[in-house]
């Protein structure tokens, strides 16, 4: 990380790794000037060049968090669409690409996806060698993001994952639909809806949910998933929240081993 640089990005407190290295970003409000280009309602660190956003802040917020990462390449953005493709970083070849998550064995190369309510899960494996960060939003994760994600780790017990920021139970209201295709898929899933005081609608919790596809999926260590992007304008951007809004960023990436 850049020396003398202090900003309230949220980091995992996990076991992972001494040669792993993993981060969400935050608006950048709290630093006095604030940590980011953007103004607005895209103000701060906004690192999503889709919401309608100067292309040249989102471009410097960018390079400020290459910077402050201290990556010798910038990560690789993903042109992100609620399915479950996951882009292998080593095969990697330059071009913008529709998938929802990526893995890298590659030292500096970093994985990275951008939320403003989604959920970021960030992944590791015990011995170091891989890492991965998918986004998974309600339809991902409920088709199987996560899931194929892990495919790409040959033992899912051997692997860590990290819930980053994202909408809390008591902020996440959704209707009927979204519970039965849930439930669909895991009867279990049930457990993560709670009946709204809105006639139809139910509030959930997109962190149990993760919890639960990475348990049947064979991860039992599951760290994160304690903040909420809605409750918390000065930290996050949140498009529940406020609609027109940037995006924030996890990412996660190798060193080399010492």
Not at 8 to 17: I, M, N, S, V
Not at 97 to 111: E, I, K, P
Not at 141 to 146: E, F, I, K, T, Y
Not at 235 to 244: A, E, K, L, T, V
Request: net charge negative.
């Amino acid at each position: 990380m850049q020396s003398g640089t202090a900003v309230d990005f949220l980091k995992p407190d996990w076991p992972a790794p001494a040669n792993v290295r993993a981060l969400s970003t935050s608006r950048g409000l709290a630093q006095h000037p604030a940590f980011g280009c953007s103004t607005g309602v895209y103000g701060g660190l906004n690192l999503g060049n889709h919401v309608g956003d100067l292309p040249a802040l989102v471009e410097a917020n960018r390079r400020l968090l290459q910077q402050y990462c201290d990556l010798p390449r910038e990560p690789v953005w993903l042109n992100q669409v609620h399915g479950t493709r996951v882009l292998d970083l080593d095969l990697w070849q330059g071009q913008l690409t529709d998938a929802d998550a990526s893995t890298s064995t590659t030292v500096g190369l970093a994985a990275v996806v951008m939320t403003a309510d989604c959920l970021p899960v960030l992944f590791c494996d015990q011995t170091g060698t891989r890492v991965a960060a998918a986004h998974a939003g309600w339809r991902g994760l409920c088709d199987g993001v996560l899931e194929t994600t892990l495919q790409h780790f040959p033992e899912p017990s051997a692997v860590m994952a990290w819930l980053g920021p994202a909408i809390g139970p008591l902020n996440f209201e959704v209707g009927a639909e979204v519970r039965a295709a849930f439930v669909a898929k895991t009867p279990l899933a049930v457990e993560a809806f709670q009946p709204s005081h809105n006639a139809g609608k139910y509030l959930a919790d997109i962190y149990l949910l993760a919890r639960q596809r990475l348990q049947a999926a064979g991860v039992t260590a599951i760290y994160g998933g304690e903040s909420c992007t809605v409750a918390d304008p000065q930290r996050f951007f949140s498009y529940r929240r406020d609609g027109q809004t940037g995006r924030q960023a996890s990412l996660i990436w190798l060193t080399a081993q010492s």
